[in-house]
């Protein structure tokens, strides 16, 4: 009988089931939207047992469409949108209130609570990240704070809080409480040093430990689908990360300077760092990529919080395209911008910046400018953005970037993928399979497992990269750069 590896990748605007084989192949994909609600402005949240059913559905589908028997797949891999935080009774298995997403704002006054009381240095220090809402550590704290009862329900042992990928897990097993390396490090309660989660930031934040989950390997056993959950069988779930540490596993960025950009929603950029913490002076996090046995790889970070979705803008909120594939044209068909610079800061900077009340912007407007220099500016800010994390990266590093392997729904985009590889002056390879951060996740569970007998199997699969090559002038990169800088200098300053 075939066997297949299956790899649930729960991102935050869709779920995906993807079935591979053992030459990594896809045989089949199925996808599910998930609902996003605002409550406020600022904040993002979703419905936790909604999140669950699209894994459950997703999965059917992907079983379904190819006639794959449950008994066919030899493990579960899965990867996740990181940071977002859930809490559930362990009795019920019910969440106390909802997902509260990586990209919400709602604990904002507990970040700026935290940096007053002058806690910045110790906590990069300890888990390699910045005081803000992004992570999860403060996402905890607001629940506690704000349902009724629920830290002392915690303190009792009855609540668990984990990340998409423990709820996952938890709903999966039936009664497995447990993440892996790569998802407690966006915590910022997990000390990345000494590979604990750290008693005095759980004591700052008030979180009491009972309600974290137990973390392991990366690629190890998490434990066995119930019955129920799973069409009768009881299939290992062997592999398990965060969503951008899985794109880097899945681009075979196994060695130490490799670096893979992913360009979705927003844009990720990881370089391997080998098992060094390399400190950033330059706005990167330090995060772990992966534990594997006794080897842990770390890595250097820079988020981009607006990437593909200033494309989203273009189409929903401006609607000057009709599609996202339309800038692709729009920016050919000119020869460039006429000077018009688009800074996309709708929800603040990331790396290397971390301005979150910076706003949006554009320069450059003359009575001739039209939708075709705006879609060409807003695809070369999604690159300029990438740009500065990379000189970031370099900087921290010490080392010129000469590759970036690229992924994501934007990389489809040919004009993008040029773009990015004249004004970094790199080469930019963009794999076959896209869907390399689900691929990550079935390597996890398949090295576990036995599935593949180790890298070396794994990497006799790989693909061409297409690889962009770059054609502009030294010249003529200078001076775009000179605008983006000035640009984004002034978005930074208008504060009205
Ligand atoms: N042809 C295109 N050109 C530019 N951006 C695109 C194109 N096609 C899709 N995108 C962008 O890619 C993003 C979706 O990519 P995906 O990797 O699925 O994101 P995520 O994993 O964050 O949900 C969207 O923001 C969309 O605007
Ligand atoms: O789900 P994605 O692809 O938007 O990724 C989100 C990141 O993991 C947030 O840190």
Same mark, same amino acid.
């Given at each position: 009988m075939k066997k297949y590896i299956l790899a649930i990748d729960q991102g935050t605007t869709s779920t995906r089931a993807i079935i591979f084989d053992k030459k990594s192949k896809i045989i089949s994909i199925a996808n599910k939207e998930i609902t996003q609600f605002?409550?406020?402005?600022?904040w993002v949240e979703q419905d936790a047992n909604e999140i669950w059913l699209s894994v459950i559905s997703t999965i059917t589908q992907a079983l379904v469409l190819k006639n794959i &028997?449950?008994?066919? #797949?030899?493990s579960i891999g899965i990867t996740n949108q990181r940071e977002t935080t859930v809490i559930w009774d $362990?009795?019920?298995?019910?969440?106390?209130?909802?997902?509260?997403?990586?990209?919400?704002?709602?604990s904002q006054d507990i970040c700026d609570q935290l940096e007053k009381s002058g806690y910045e240095d110790k906590i990069r220090q300890k888990t390699?990240?910045?005081?803000?809402?992004?992570?999860?550590g403060t996402k905890i704290k607001w629940i506690l704070d704000h349902v009724k009862g629920s830290r002392e329900k915690a303190k009792q042992g009855k609540l668990a809080f984990g990340t998409i990928d423990s709820w996952l897990i938890y709903k999966l097993t039936g009664y497995v409480h447990k993440t892996d390396y790569s998802n407690a490090s966006?915590? &910022?309660?997990?000390? #990345?040093?000494?590979?604990k989660w750290d008693d005095e930031l759980l004591d700052i934040l008030d979180i009491? $430990?009972?309600?974290l989950p137990e973390v392991v390997d990366s690629s190890g056993l998490f434990g066995y689908t119930t019955p129920r959950s799973f069409y009768g069988e009881k299939i290992k779930i062997t592999g398990v990360a965060g969503d951008q540490q899985a794109s880097l596993f899945g681009q075979l960025?196994?060695?130490?300077g490799m670096v893979n950009s992913t360009y979705g929603t927003g844009c990720f950029v990881l370089m391997n760092t080998g098992n060094q913490i390399v400190q950033s002076k330059n706005g990167m996090l330090s995060t772990i990529a992966w534990k594997i046995k006794d080897q842990i790889i770390y890595a250097l970070e820079g988020s981009v919080f607006v990437g593909g979705s200033s494309v989203q803008w273009l189409r929903d909120?401006?609607?000057?395209?009709?599609?996202?594939?339309e800038t692709e044209k729009l920016a050919e068909s000119?020869?460039?911008?006429?000077?018009v610079y688009v800074v996309p800061a709708f929800v603040g900077l990331g790396?290397?910046?971390?301005?979150?009340?910076a706003k949006g912007a554009i320069f450059?407007?003359?009575?001739?400018?039209d939708e075709r220099q705006l879609a060409r500016a807003t695809l070369e800010a999604i690159a300029y953005q990438v740009m500065d994390v990379l000189k970031a990266m370099e900087a921290d590093s010490k080392k010129p970037i000469p590759l970036i392997k690229a992924t994501g729904?934007?990389?489809?985009n040919q004009y993008l993928m040029q773009f990015q590889a004249d004004i970094m002056n790199i080469d930019v390879g963009r794999p076959e399979i896209m869907e390399t951060t689900a691929l990550g996740a079935a390597y996890l569970a398949g090295l576990e497992s036995g599935y593949w007998k180790n890298i070396d199997e794994i990497n006799q699969h790989k693909n061409d990269d297409d690889v962009f090559k770059p054609k502009m002038s030294e010249a003529k990169r200078k001076q775009l750069i000179k605008g983006w800088k000035m640009a984004v200098e002034a978005t930074r300053f208008f504060k009205p």
């Open positions: 605002y409550p406020k402005p600022g &028997l449950p008994n066919q #797949i030899d $362990k009795e019920s298995g019910e969440p106390i209130y909802n997902a509260v997403v990586w990209q919400s704002r709602q390699g990240l910045l005081i803000d809402p992004y992570f999860s966006r915590t &910022l309660i997990y000390n #990345i040093h000494n590979l009491p $430990k009972s309600i960025c196994s060695k130490e909120g401006l609607k000057i395209i009709a599609s996202a594939a000119i020869p460039s911008t006429d000077g790396t290397p910046y971390w301005d979150s009340d450059g407007l003359t009575r001739g400018t729904g934007a990389t489809i």
